[in-house]
């Protein structure tokens, strides 16, 4: 699917990954602040290949990509 398509499915609560990242289990989610998180507007972070879980932005290969999928939780 494509950025677009993969952004509407984080709306869902949706994992989602590209094919062609370079390592195994990387996966992006969309984190909705609540009454006690420090932060105030959503946003999304991903899932390392070692398992830490970052803040993330994607870059021009990832939005302009049509290899999005859906993770199963």
């Known amino acids: 699917?494509?950025?677009?398509?993969?952004?509407?499915?984080?709306?869902?609560?949706?994992?989602?990954?590209?094919?062609n990242w370079n390592g195994p289990g990387q996966w992006v989610h969309l984190q909705t602040p609540d009454d006690r998180s420090k932060m105030t507007?959503?946003?999304?972070?991903?899932r390392t290949v070692q398992g830490d879980l970052v803040p993330?932005?994607?870059s021009q290969t990832d939005m302009l990509a049509s290899d999005w999928f859906v993770v199963d939780a």
Do not use: D, F, H, N
């Open 56 to 58: 993330w932005l994607a």
């Open 41 to 46: 507007l959503p946003y999304l972070y991903i």
């Open 1 to 19: 699917m494509t950025y677009g398509e993969a952004l509407v499915a984080l709306k869902y609560g949706a994992r989602v990954s590209r094919e």
